[in-house]
Structure formats: C-alpha cells, structure tokens
C-alpha cells in the first residue's frame, strides 16, 4: 500500500522549500481559485445543479487533490467532461442518486489506484479520448444556447435534436440585454488576455457584465440570485437517503464518471509533467482523486477530476507544489464565506459566455481534423464515439468506442500476422539454398492469438501438404492465447494424419511455456522444440536422413 499511495504534498520538503517559492505558490493559488470560481458555478448550473455545489467540490475535492494527489502541481475540480453525465444522473435520479454515484465513483478510482491500473488507463485510444471531449464540447455550448440569448423556454429538452428544435421555435423571445452581456463575456475572456497576463480574462469579464447587469433596469437578465436565490455561507455534511435495493442502478454511471474522471486527470497530470519537466504518480494519483470524490460527495458536491485549463494556470503562474492547489481551495472558501452576496449577482448570460469559451477550448477542433485526415479505423472510432456522445449518451458512447477501438485494433493486428514462406524474405540473414528437398521453411510474423489464429491454421495446413518437414520459425510470434492453442494443435494432428514432421525454432520463453502447458511440447516432440534455427535444421535434415534410410529397407 505504502508503494503505491505515496501523496507529492509528504515528500514536499525532503527536498527543500524555499521562501520565494512559498510566495510563488500562494499567488498562484489565489490566482488559480478566482479562476475557479465562475467556473464552478458554471459547470453546476449547467450540470441541472444548484451553484454551491460546484464550489464545494472546487473547495473539499480541490484540497484534497492537492494534499493527497499523486501530481506536484494538479488542480482539482468540477470541469466540463462532466457536464453531461451530471445533467443525466440528476434527470434520472435526482440529487441523491448524483451522491451516491460520484461516491461509488469515488471508491471506484481507490480501487483502480490499488490495482495500479494508472498506466492501463493510459492506454484509451487518442481518437477515443477526443472523440468524446469534442461531443461534450458540442452538448456544453448546446445546453448554453438559452441563457446566451435570454430565450424564454420553460423546460429546455435533454435530447440534441429535440433542444435545438426548441431553440429555434423560441428565437423570437430572444433578449438582447442577455445577449449583449454573453458576446461582451466571450470577447473579454478570449482577448484580454493579450493585454493581462496575470489576471484571468473571465474574471474581469464577470467583474464588468455584473457591474453591466447592475445598471440595467431590475430584472432584465437572470442572474444567480434571481434563479437560484441565496449562495449559502457555510459548508456541511450533506448525507443521501440510500436504499440498498437500487444501488445496482448506480454501477454504470458511477463507472462512467471514474473512467472518464481517471483519464482526465491522469492527461491533465501529464500536460503538467511536460510544463514542470516533473513526473507524476499515476496510481497514487487515482487513489487522491478517488478519495475528493468520496468526500465531495458526503458534503453534497458534483464529480471531480484534474482540470487541465486550471492546472496550466497554477504552473503559468508559478505554482510548484501542492501548496498552490491548497491556497486555491481556501481562496474559494474565503470567497463563498464572505462574498456570496456579491456572486449572485452575476448574471446567467455571463456565465454562458464563459461556458461557450470553455466549449471552443475543449472541443479540440485540431486534433479532430488531424485524425479525420488518418487511417480509416481512427476515423471510424473518432466519429462513432463523437455521434453516440452527443445523440445518445456517454456511458453508450465509451462502451462501444472501446470496444470498436478494441475490435478494430485486433483485426488491425491479424492483417498485420501472417505466416511466410521463409526464403522469402529479403531481409533474411539465413542462405536456405542448402535445405535438401523435402524440407520447407516458413516463418509466423506477429501474435498467435484469436483473431488471427483461424488464418495460421488455413495457411499452415496449405503449406504442410507440400513438404515431409516443416520447420516453423516462430521467432516474432510474442505470445499466443487459447483459441492459438486450439487451433495450432488442430493443425499439429493434422500435419501428423498426413505424415509431415512439424519442427519449431526459435520459441521464446513465455510461448513454449503456454505450449508445454497444453502438452504440444509432447504431442510435436519435444526435441522438435529448437531454440534456434541451426539447431531446427540439424533435426529437420536428420529427420529426411532417417526417412530415406526407412525408405530404402
């Protein structure tokens, strides 16, 4: 245990921490938790939840992130991936079911960390992984269409198709006070900037629109306060009402909130590693994550994860230790403390143009361009899981992604195995001029496994009808599974009903012992098992020596 949950916070000071750098990291913190602040409230809203939710995951998960993450400079928090799951658990089940799933997600991501799945994770395919951040782009900017235009819907449908309806029916109830507010907010924190470095251009876009929607006559655009009323000033233990019966209801959502929860933050923790020259601790990592999830749940909160747009921040800004990511926590404290009054008077429209910005930024245009212009199996996982993501669901679109990428990374793997007659390969060191007739050399090039282990057994029985011996070099064949087993020893006994002698070279360690478990070892012979393609054809030619002498008597 010890080994893998080692948290970055406790080994911070072995190595020396420095005035100056305590300095930096406060600022960065500070920095980093006004950052936070709209967009917890945002991702809440959006998410069907009331704002306080998103900043009490922003405060209990983003602290404990920091102390018990396995990243020196992670950010942790509500972020946008999650948007969608939230908004469909909420639907479905209420609060308490959003509880009780992001805590089983909690325990979820623990056990990943325990069983040291963190570098399996890492593994999701890029189409994948932008497959579905695009489709989330694309459902936040839909579900923000009301509030940037102030459209009177009373209900927004969840379906894609079905809300755009409604938005087109509602154009004429547009409100150009909201309007305004949203196109002020999306130019504000898109250019400024340029101009500021230090402070983030969202925050001065929601400093000057609430000011703006302060002016304009009462009541002309939404705010938090005339939405959601007061921001509450204290943070508590908010336990769900469970009934055990129905936990099983929970498993696929909680599990899709610790996948994707588990890819996010172990990205975010790699982006950071790039900008910090440092190194992450994936499984420790996953069981911090598990842990802020545990607790943002019990006090009410929304999933969490490792924000990558915010740890940029914190490393841009100075941060260098978890002691940022701690500042950031009670930064947003402080704030929900002492100047909740002020933040309800923020107006939707603001927010929403804020959202539109985080969609553009997360919908990696680029990179979805790029694999359009790849192979033809990325391109089909890449669209399949984008489409399933923003028509159906996400759970539906990471199952079937994962398993087409899975499917088609097989049959990818069984065009490129193949059995080949061996004196024709041109990169060959080996001269098989010298082989007597009688004996022919072929070679197994890629896995012995399932999909392509019905194709060996065709080709081999093919080739072993024209020879009296068959060396078969299996010297880049890295495994082999048991439909391999199956199959290959199918073809052993058929090689033996017509007579051919079947030798094997260049066996590596972990195949022969997979065949010495099914007992090919002795049903080929097990001094026909070579390590070496000399020593198989020293047999192979004893072997056609015998048979003539057999021959002759």
């Not at 406060?26 to 980093?32: M, N, P, S």
């Not at 489709?135 to 269409?145: E, K, R, W």
């Not at 972990?510 to 070496?532: F, H, M, P, R, Y």
């Amino acid at each position: 245990m010890q080994s893998i949950f080692k948290p970055k916070f406790f080994s911070l000071f072995r190595g020396g921490y420095t005035k100056n750098q305590l300095q930096s990291d406060i600022l960065a913190g500070i920095i980093v938790g006004i950052v936070a602040l709209p967009l917890a409230i945002a991702f809440a809203i959006a998410s069907g939840v009331s704002p306080e939710r998103g900043l009490i995951t922003a405060i209990v998960a983003g602290f404990l992130v920091s102390i018990l993450g396995g990243s020196r400079v992670q950010i942790g928090g509500p972020t946008g991936a999650f948007v969608v799951i939230v908004f469909g658990i909420v639907e479905q089940h209420g609060i308490d079911g959003l509880i009780i799933s992001t805590f089983m997600a909690g325990i979820f991501l623990i056990a990943f960390g325990l069983l040291r799945l963190g570098a399996v994770i890492k593994f999701i395919p890029h189409p994948l992984v932008v497959g579905f951040t695009s489709g989330i782009a694309v459902i936040i900017f839909s579900t923000q269409i009301k509030e940037f235009f102030g459209l009177t819907i009373a209900k927004v449908p969840s379906p894609f198709i079905e809300k755009w309806g409604a938005y087109f029916s509602n154009l004429s109830s547009i409100n150009l006070y909201a309007l305004a507010i949203a196109v002020g907010t999306v130019l504000i924190a898109v250019h400024t900037k340029r101009l500021i470095k230090r402070i983030p251009g969202s925050f001065i876009a929601i400093i000057l629109m609430t000011i703006v929607a302060m002016l304009l006559p009462a009541g002309s655009v939404d705010t938090i306060g005339s939405v959601y009323g007061e921001l509450p000033t204290t943070i508590s233990l908010s336990l769900p009402h469970i009934n055990l019966g129905s936990l099983s209801q929970y498993v696929a959502p909680a599990f899709t909130i610790a996948l994707l929860g588990a890819i996010e933050s172990l990205l975010s923790a790699v982006v950071a590693d790039g900008m910090i020259s440092g190194n992450h601790r994936s499984n420790t990592e996953l069981i911090g994550q598990g842990i802020a999830n545990v607790a943002s749940s019990l006090f009410g909160g929304i999933p969490a994860t490792g924000a990558i747009a915010r740890t940029a921040t914190n490393v841009k800004n100075g941060g260098r230790t978890p002691v940022a990511g701690i500042v950031h926590a009670i930064t947003l404290l402080l704030i929900v403390l002492f100047f909740g009054k002020w933040a309800i008077q923020i107006p939707l429209a603001c927010l929403a143009g804020i959202l539109v910005v985080v969609a553009y930024n997360m919908s990696e245009w680029r990179s979805f361009y790029s694999i359009l212009k790849g192979s033809r199996y990325d391109i089909v996982v890449l669209l399949a899981t984008f489409f399933l993501t923003v028509l159906v669901d996400l759970t539906v679109a990471i199952q079937v992604g994962m398993v087409l990428a899975a499917l088609l990374f097989m049959q990818r793997m069984a065009s490129a195995s193949h059995v080949v007659a061996a004196d024709s390969d041109i990169d060959a060191l080996e001269d098989y001029s010298d082989l007597p007739k009688g004996i022919d050399v072929y070679e197994i090039k890629g896995p012995f496994f399932f999909a392509a282990a019905q194709k060996y057994r065709e080709t081999l029985k093919n080739f072993g009808r024209k020879a009296d011996v068959l060396i078969l070099r299996m010297r880049f064949v890295p495994f082999i599974d048991s439909t391999g087993i199956h199959n290959f020893k199918d073809t052993v006994k058929y090689l033996h009903s017509i007579n051919v002698k079947l030798i094997l070279s260049g066996v590596q360690p972990a195949v022969k012992e997979e065949l010495e478990k099914a007992q090919i070892d002795t049903l080929i012979g097990k001094n026909n098992i070579c390590s070496s393609y000399n020593e198989a054809k020293t047999v192979a030619m004893d072997t056609v020596e015998k048979q003539l002498k057999e021959t002759k008597e």
